[in-house]
């Protein structure tokens, strides 16, 4: 569908939006298998307009091949007289499910047996790559028509009737394009469109980095020690240790300890209230421990007469 000039023994193809959509809403129905079917239409001149398409029921499938049976020929022919019986068959379409788009040696001798005529066509579809082409005839070989024109009064197709949109396009649409970049007229989108793009990306950005930095970079947690003043020793307060609003510590497992400038404010024990001296007992002064020769002495009778 690029702007080549065509071989002029090649047909120019003109099919319809609507057309397309349903070949490939037919072909996306079986994906492992071929379907098949025949595209209607008139002849204009040395081209061809392809208005509509009847699917090739009860048709012989297989993974790689179909093949038209004569109740797919009755069939195409009783829809055909009923709703288009003032057009004729222009051609045939089948599905690739996987495999590309070509002709292969079955297809072409369908083609030469039930689509002889100079300007039937054949429409391969492949649903898995979404690629499609078109071959007719070249004198007497078949090849792949360069010059396809669609025709979509429609407007493109809805994400609800396939589930998948499907671009619609032309050779008129190429040339307007065209057009309007050699008289320099501004094509695609304006360029402020795309600043405020890039800078909704970079704010976007950063809201997610702060988010992730908030949920996944540790916060710093105060860390509380204890120090004895008798031992000259500090060791990590217990685990759940925490300062409190009125200015107090709180340790498990002992009362709430006030904080002065920033140290452990101790409060007197009973026997510092009492005032007894506050010395710790391994400090205090220990008694004499009694001789054990006195104690001996002290147990014998003083009155005893000396040896």
Known sequence: MGK??????????????????????????????????????????????ITARIAGLNAAQAGTYVTFTQDTWEHIYKIKDQEYPEERIVGWYHSHPGFGVFLSDHDTFIHKNFFSAPLQVAWVYDPHSDEEGCFGWSGERLERLEEIRVKDDKGGEEAGETGKPEPVGGIEDDE????????????????????????????????????????LVPRLVPVYFIIDPYKGAAFPAPAGTHLNSNDTLTIPGIADIPVVHG????????????????????????????????????QKDPNAPRK
Do not use: Y
């Open 4 to 49: 080549h000039k065509p071989d002029q023994g090649q047909p120019r193809v003109t099919i319809a939006g609507e057309v397309l959509r349903q070949i490939r809403q037919h072909a996306r129905s079986n994906s492992k298998t071929e379907v098949c079917g025949v595209l209607i239409g008139e002849e204009n001149g040395s081209g061809l307009k």
């Open 263 to 298: 140290r452990l404010e101790r409060k007197p024990s009973a026997g510092e209230a009492s005032g007894t001296s506050s010395v710790p007992p391994e400090n205090q002064a220990q008694p004499a421990k009694p001789d054990a020769n006195q104690d001996s002495k002290a």
């Open 176 to 215: 307007n394009v065209v057009q309007a970049a050699e008289s320099g007229q501004e094509v695609g989108p304006p360029a402020w469109l795309g600043w405020v793009l890039s800078i909704c990306s970079h704010v976007l950005l950063m809201a997610l980095a702060f988010v992730a930095a908030w949920f």
